[in-house]
C-alpha cells in the first residue's frame, strides 16, 4: 500500500483539503473578495438598467436595485415611498474550488507549484463570479416574481438561461473547474499514474494492485 | 488531452441537461432521492429509535431536527461528472463498464455516509453543520470521484496503456 501513488496523493489530500477549507472559510471574506469585485463590475456594467449599486461586506454580496416591490405595505407617514428590491448571495457557495484546487496541488507534489497556485487562483475568479452573478440574476428573473421580472425585462428564454447557468454555477462548476485547471496543469500525472500501475502489474502479475 | 476534455464536457453538458429536464426529474433524480432517504434511514434506525423518515426528509422524532436531501445532495451530479470521465476517456468497453459500476457504487456509498454524518452534525454542532455541508463534504464527494476515476486510470488494461507493443 505504501508504494502505491495514488494512496500517498489520497493521503497528503486528506491533510491538505481540511487545512486548505479551513483557511480559506476563517479568512472567507479575503479569499472572495476578487470573485465579488469581479460580479459587481459585472452587475453594474452589463445591468446599469436596474442596478444601483453592490456592496460586499461580512461574507455578502448586496445588489440594490431600482426595482420596485409590488404590495409592501408603507407605513402612513412614508406614504407615496416604494420598498426597491435588494438582492443578497454569498459567494462562498461557488468559491469552494479555490481550497480544493491548492489541496490537489500540494497534494502532487509538483514543480513551480506556487506558480501554478496563482494561476489557478486567477483562473478560479470568472468561474466563480459566473455563480455569483446567475444567483442574483435568479433571485431578480425567478424568485421575486412576475411584477419584479416584467421590470427587469428579462424574456422567456432569457429565464430559461437564467435558470439553467445558475444550476450549473451552483452544482458543476465549482467541483469540477479545479479539478479540471489541476489536470491541465499537471499532465503528465496521468500517464505517470498508467505507466506505474502497468510496470505494478507486470511486477506482481495476477495480484491486485 | 483536448479530446479527452472536449467529449467529458459535451457528455457532462448532456446528462446535466437530462437531470434538470422533467423526465431526468421524475425518471431518476426523485425516486433517487427517496431511494437515498430510505436507505439512509434504514442505516441508522437499528442504532436510533428516534429516527423517522418521509419523502425526501430524516428527522429526530423527539426535537424535530433533520435533513431534507436536496439537489446537490444526493450525488447525482458526482456520478455525471465520474460517467463523464469514464466515458470521455480511451478505454476498453469492458474496462468502461467496470468503472461505471464500481465507481457509481462507490460515490453513492459515500454520500451515504455524507447524509447520515449531517443528520447527526445537524443536532449536535449546528454551528459547523453549514461548513461541513456546504463546503467540506462537497468537496470530499469530488475528490471521492478524482480518486475512484484515478484508480480506475490506473487499473487500465496493458493493451490500451501501450497500444504499439512499447
Known amino acids: 500500500m505504501g508504494r502505491n501513488p495514488l494512496y500517498i496523493f489520497l493521503a497528503k489530500a486528506a491533510f491538505w483539503l481540511p487545512l ?19 460580479s459587481s463590475w459585472i452587475m453594474q456594467g452589463f445591468f446599469d438598467g436596474w ?9 455578502t454580496l448586496s445588489v440594490l436595485t431600482t426595482l420596485e416591490l409590488p404590495n409592501i405595505p408603507v407605513p402612513a407617514e412614508r406614504s407615496g415611498q416604494v420598498g426597491l428590491l435588494v438582492v443578497q448571495t454569498n459567494p462562498l457557495f461557488y468559491g469552494y474550488g479555490l481550497p480544493l484546487f491548492a489541496a490537489l496541488l500540494l497534494s502532487s507534489g509538483e514543480a513551480r ?4 497556485l496563482l494561476f489557478g487562483a ?33 424574456s422567456r428564454w432569457q429565464i430559461e438561461v437564467i435558470g439553467l447557468g445558475y444550476q450549473f454555477g451552483y452544482l458543476i462548476l465549482p467541483t469540477v473547474a479545479p479539478i479540471s485547471l489541476w489536470l491541465a496543469l499537471n499532465r503528465q500525472f496521468i500517464p505517470m499514474l498508467m505507466l506505474e500501475g502497468g510496470l505494478q502489474r507486470s511486477e506482481y502479475p495476477g495480484k491486485s494492485v | 488531452m483536448l479530446r479527452f476534455f ?6 457532462l453538458g448532456g446528462l446535466f441537461l437530462f437531470e434538470l429536464a422533467p423526465p431526468g426529474q421524475s425518471l431518476v433524480v426523485t425516486p433517487w432521492t427517496s431511494t437515498l432517504t430510505k436507505l439512509s434511514y434504514e442505516l441508522i434506525a437499528p442504532f436510533d429509535p428516534n429516527v423517522i423518515a418521509h419523502g425526501k426528509v430524516i428527522q ?14 444526493n450525488a447525482i451530479e458526482a456520478s455525471i461528472v465520474l ?19 464500481f465507481g457509481i457504487l462507490a460515490v453513492q456509498g459515500i454520500n451515504v455516509l455524507r447524509v447520515i454524518s449531517l443528520f447527526y452534525l445537524v443536532q449536535w454542532r449546528a454551528d459547523i453543520f453549514e461548513f461541513a455541508h456546504l463546503y467540506l463534504w462537497q468537496a470530499l464527494i469530488m475528490l ?13 488494461p496493458e493493451r490500451r496503456m501501450f497500444p504499439h507493443g512499447t
Open chain 2, 60 to 73: 429526530n422524532r423527539s426535537d424535530g431536527q433533520g435533513i431534507s436531501i436536496e439537489a446537490g445532495c
Open chain 1, 20 to 38: 486548505c477549507l479551513g483557511l480559506w472559510y476563517w479568512k472567507a471574506e479575503w479569499f472572495n473578495s476578487p470573485a465579488a469585485l469581479v
Open chain 1, 122 to 154: 486567477l483562473a478560479l475568479i470568472p468561474l466563480q463570479s459566473w455563480g455569483v452573478c446567475f444567483d442574483i440574476l435568479r433571485q431578480v428573473a425567478i424568485e421575486a416574481g412576475p411584477a419584479v421580472r416584467a421590470q427587469a425585462g428579462f
Open chain 2, 6 to 11: 472536449l467529449v467529458f464536457v459535451a457528455i
Open chain 2, 144 to 156: 471521492d470521484v478524482l480518486v475512484v476515476w484515478l484508480i480506475w486510470i490506473r487499473a487500465m
Open chain 1, 51 to 59: 442596478v444601483e449599486s453592490v456592496e460586499w461586506s461580512r461574507r
Open chain 2, 83 to 101: 460517467i463523464a470521465a469514464i466515458l470521455a476517456f480511451p478505454a476498453p468497453w469492458r474496462h468502461k463498464l467496470r468503472g461505471l459500476a
Open chain 1, 113 to 116: 507549484r506556487w506558480r501554478k
